[in-house]
């Protein structure tokens, strides 16, 4: 068992994933990690028994580096984190000033949605952005069934472009996050995945933002889009990315951060204490920028 002290955090071990040979993301290898000695732990304030969360992978953008890793291979259910391969496939796929009629389907979308009706009618870019901002079920579901035909069509574009990038622990069932056997993925995926989606202006641009407004083209009816994401606009050099969170899942994060020439990217999976989690890693991360990590061997 892997345990936090009020001191520090004892040495844990990461096993690395076979490598895929026709990978085309520049992955990082994860290697056995040494724990951190009590002197630069970033966790001396949590008071818990175990790591608050699942799966951790704290990466280094400029030099590769993976700072901190904690099961970051286990295939885990990724919440809303999907739509970052939603958004992909649809910026890949389909026409953003393509005008998208909501189906009853979509309309009926479960859990975080903005209760669009079916009938009215919204660009793919609004619905996009809608999607990535507030995360609505809703919009990503309309989004899906226009680019792919059907959401089942779209499901295997998203599989067909994991299998193309090397994410060999990813599978998808579904457009926007629900749970099931047969939808999951792991934080190292996550990770390749989301360095590739953040190279994509649009993408880079819409996870930036707060705030937003979504307007049916048909009526006058408007509805108004704000983050889920608590760290933009509250910690300096936040530049999104995603949250999400299901009963199965938990609360999930993927944070983008520059600060002062640093740029870090943070996943966590079914984190017990998402906020409180990330800022403490991504304050760490941005201390100890050069933090080497030796495999054992």
Request: proline share 4%; glycine share 6%.
């Amino acid at each position: 068992m892997i345990l936090f002290g009020s001191v520090g955090l004892s040495s844990f071990l990461l096993t690395p994933s076979p490598a895929c040979a026709d990978t085309k993301l520049s992955r990082p290898s994860v290697e056995h990690v040494p724990g951190f000695l009590s002197g630069s732990t970033p966790f001396r304030t949590f008071r818990r028994a175990r790591i608050p969360a699942e799966s951790i992978l704290l990466k280094d953008l400029s030099s590769g580096q993976i700072l901190y890793a904690f099961e970051a291979d286990r295939r885990l259910s990724p919440a809303s984190l999907t739509k970052i391969m939603s958004a992909l496939v649809m910026l890949e796929y389909g026409k953003l000033d393509d005008y998208v009629t909501v189906s009853r389907e979509a309309a009926a979308a479960k859990k975080m949605h903005l209760r669009l009706r079916a009938g009215h009618i919204f660009r793919l870019e609004d619905l996009l952005k809608a999607m990535l901002i507030t995360s609505a079920n809703d919009a990503c579901l309309a989004a899906a069934i226009h680019v792919g035909g059907s959401e089942e069509k779209f499901v295997e574009l998203m599989n067909g472009k994991a299998r193309a990038l090397g994410l060999t622990h990813t599978h998808f069932s579904n457009a926007c996050g629900f749970d099931s056997p047969t939808h999951y993925t792991t934080a190292q995926d996550l990770a390749a995945l989301t360095e590739l989606a953040l190279q994509h202006p649009l993408f880079r641009s819409y996870v930036k933002e707060e705030r937003g407004v979504l307007t049916a083209v048909n009526t006058n009816r408007s509805y108004l889009l704000r983050t889920t994401n608590r760290l933009l606009g509250r910690m300096p050099g936040v530049e999104g990315v995603k949250t999400g969170f299901t009963s199965k899942a938990g609360r999930c994060l993927i944070a983008k951060v520059s600060q002062d020439g640093k740029e870090l990217l943070l996943v966590l999976l079914h984190a017990s204490s998402r906020w409180n989690t990330a800022t403490h890693l991504i304050k760490y991360g941005l201390r100890n920028p050069r933090l080497a990590t030796t495999a054992l061997r």
